[in-house]
Every structure is written in C-alpha cells, then in structure tokens.
C-alpha cells in the first residue's frame, strides 16, 4: 500500500449537522474509500465523525487534524490523528492536506476552509453548502466524488 | 495614551485592488483614525497599505499582523509590524485581534478573515466584498466604520 | 516617533518566578524603555509582567504576543496585546518579533524560546537562565540590555 | 490494524547529520517499527529521513509532520505526510504528536522540539544529543526505543 501515491480528498461541515447531511457525509467518505483515496478532515464530530465512519466502514484510511493538543480528541473513526493545538486555525491545515475539497453543509468554519482551499488552488465541491463563486455544487455524492477525484 | 482601552478596527481586503478601493480603504483607514481605533490588517499592499496611509495620516496607530518571517516585510505604513511565518494560515489571527472588522473589496483571502470573524463571534462589515449572510453592508466609509464602533 | 525605527528587544522568562528574578526582569524591562527599545514578550505573568512593568515606568512602549484567543488576557503592563490562539506553539513568534531577546530565569517554555532565537539567526542573552552553548551569560540587567542592543 | 491504539515515537534531530548519527537514526526507527509503534517525525532530511527509512524497512508506518505547504516535500519514508506552512513553528507540533521523543544529534531545532516535548509532559529519550537536565541519556537505539515504550 503506497500511501503517498493515493489521493487525498478532505470533507468539510460542521460539527453539528441534521441527519440528512450525516447520511451524506458518510456516503461521501465511504466513496472515498472505495475509490482508493485517503480521506482528511478536521477530526472532529458531525460532518467529520460521519464522513470518517463512511470511509471506515468501507475499509479506508481517515486522517483528521484537529485544533486541540491531544490526538485522543478525535473522533472514534480517525486513524491518524494530528493534534494541532491551534484552535480553528487549523482549518487552513485541512486544506493544505487535501487535492479536493468537499463541504457538506457547514457554516462559518466551513467557509473558512473553502476559501483557504480556493487560495491554495484546489477544487471544492459543495453539496448543500455556501453558493459562492468558485464552489462547484455537485447534486449527489457520487458526483461530488467523481469530481473531486477528477484531474 | 492608553492603546489596551482603545478599540481596535481590523481593515481586510486584497493585497492588490482597484484605485477606488484603495480609496475607500485610505477613507476607512483615516476614520478609524481620527474616531481613536487601532487599526489592524495583515500588513501586506493593496487594501492593507492603503487604510494604514489613511489612519498614519490622521495620526493614528497601525498594526499589521504578517504571514512572512521578518517584521521589516509590512507594508511602510504599519507601526507596529508582527512577523507570524504561518502564510495565509495568519488570517485567522487578524480576526482574533479585532472589535470588528471592515472588509473592503477582496477575493478569497478576505472571504477566510471574514468566516474567521464570525466564528470568533464579532461583526464584519461589507464595502463592495462578500455579499454573505452576516456580513453587514455599508454604503460608505463614514457608514462602515460608525457600524464597526458601535457596541 | 517612528515605532519602525525602534529595535525590538524580548524579554522571557517563567509566568512565575522568585522575586530576585521579577526584579532583574524589571530592571531589564525600565533598561530597554530607557535606551529607546521595544519590549516584547510573552504578554503573561511573572518575569513577561515585570519586564513590561519596568518598560512601562519608564515610558516604553510594551507588546504582548499571547497563547490565547483574546487580547484582554495580556497582563495590564502590555500596550499592544496580540492574541495567537496557538498556545505554547506561539514561543516562535516572541522570536520572530525581536531584534534579540534577554532570557531571565525560566524553564521549558523558556528554552524552547532560546532555541528559536538562535535558529532565526538572533542573539541570547541570559540572566540566571539555560546555561548552554549559543547563549551569551550576562552579569547584570545593564549588561544584558547593553548586548542585546550592541549590533 | 487499529493505528489509534498504537504508540507514537517520535525520532528528532537534524536535516543534516553524520553518517554515524544517520545509522542510529536508522535503528531507532527499525526498532520503533518493530516494535509496533508509529514513527512520527519532521518529515524532511537527515536524521528525520533515516528515522523513516529504518522503520519502513521494518514494515512500520511513519507521519511526517513538515514546515512547508506542499506534503510533496516530505522525505520518500514518510507513509503520511502532513503540510502545515507554519515554517519551524511546526516543531511544536510533533512534540504534540508523540507519546514520547527519542532525539538524537541535532541542534537548536531539535532542543526546542525537546523543549515542546517536556512542556508538554512527555518524556525525552536522547542519543548524543543535548546534555541537559530533562533529557534521559540512552547509550543505545535498543535502549533508547525501550525507554520510550515504556510507561
């Protein structure tokens, strides 16, 4: 397994978000997972913790860095924990980790990263998300993962 | 001259703009000014060095929080100059030393120091930029920097 | 007064120390303000608040560069509170934001500082503090100032 | 393979070294593979790279925890590379992802790494390295990896 040669695609949104979103997050990061890439988030619970259990569940590799000191805060379906101690500044670290980028729902820490992503050059892909110029909205997970996986 | 009980009025915005941007921020600058606000921003050209112009010509005090090594790289109009070396990852911190913010113009960049903002639970104001949920629009200088100063 | 113009000296040490320690702080601190420097340190307690302490009596001009999200955590001695929101991780910015820095005392945040200074190029001072090579041992407050200020 | 469950050793030291330093930089890492930890380092070269090489000669995982932006950067040993654009103020970072660290050699990046790792309550392992108070002398990659795992 040549960990440097997979993608990796991160899922952005928030750390609460209604089950609808979950559900889309989880089926997100299980596509991750089947399409071979590593999936990166920010660690914590909502959208993170649904996404990482997708990715897991179908047997991928999750990595969240998160703004706390101790890699123990991670979700329970992170498998490699960054501890960053920077508070939500670490979100631009999130971007910096991933080729693509895909927000589901979110607010304003959302936000953040997909402008950090967009000044790092990289693809987002939004489902359900903030409709701004330079977020292309995808309408399904399948989509949102094809096109981030796209080159 | 106590600086600790004086606001402080964070001006974001492109390193690179139009002239009638840099007008408004040179406008913006001189108010927060001569209202005896700090004025905060992230030391670099564009926007940045023009609201520092404005608030140095009216003899305030400005601050600008850097992403490079070396404290000489802010622009000529900053006063006090702190070097970060985090790159764009210093957003973040011009939102965290900010009352409030004005966001004049600006692309990406600015998009992040706005979500900043808002997530650290303090008023953005708009002048031809974001047109997002929570930012509020001004139509003039004099407008944006009486909003960021009110309580 | 051109701030630009003015070195930047740090002064570090414990957010707690003995008295003889908080007096040499001091000293170093009224040294600094009185040769026409800068002081900048870790913004908290202990030998951070008496060196700025001593600045401020003597008419200087004090910035703090704080671990955590709010400016208002400075100790009351600072002019210009940064907030960082990095935690410890924010040693690296004390040295980035001095011309040279004068170790009073300290411990383990203490010597990471020292270790940054030396690897950004910059000149250590010590006084009671890390006995290690790269650091130059000064005998008293004057002396310390004198070679932090020597080009 | 359930990597939260697995300790994290991290190998410190220079990006530049002697051969003999590269050797017990190798060792050390084989070991901590071995002995079924993970390997957390800087990411770049010198001792870093040859920790990295040892342990995935050995079939251990290694995270590279790097300065720059790009996670391209990282040394070929490094399974997952984590780009955090913080420059040498990532050195707290890995200090933060070890359960204890083993240095060997090295020079003022390394002793604030050492500095970051007791801050935080962890134990420091060292293999000619700084002799200072804090810092358990190993005189041997068996030793000093033993050191580290245990309790």
Redesign the interface.
């Given at each position: 397994m040549d960990?440097?040669a997979r993608k990796?695609i991160a899922v952005i949104g928030g750390a609460r978000a209604e089950k609808k979103h979950l559900k889309r997050a989880a089926d997100v990061g299980r596509l991750i997972a089947e399409r071979g890439a590593i999936l990166v988030c920010g660690g914590l619970g909502g959208v993170m913790e649904a996404a990482c259990r997708g990715a897991r569940e179908a047997g991928g590799l999750t990595?969240g860095?998160i703004p706390g000191?101790?890699?123990g805060e991670?979700n329970?379906y992170?498998?490699?924990?960054?501890?960053?101690?920077?508070?939500?500044?670490r979100?631009?670290?999130v971007a910096?980790?991933a080729d693509a980028v895909i927000a589901v729902d979110g607010e304003?820490?959302t936000?953040?990263e997909?402008?950090?992503t967009?000044?790092?050059g990289k693809k987002v892909i939004g489902l359900d998300t903030?409709d701004?110029k330079?977020v292309h909205a995808a309408q399904s997970a399948e989509e949102a993962v094809s096109l981030a996986l796209e080159d």
């Open positions: 960990l440097r990796r990595i860095i000191d101790d890699p991670a329970p992170v498998d490699i924990a960054i501890a960053t101690g920077l508070g939500f500044t979100n631009s670290l910096l980790n304003y820490g936000l953040s997909i402008a950090y967009i000044v790092y903030w701004i330079g």
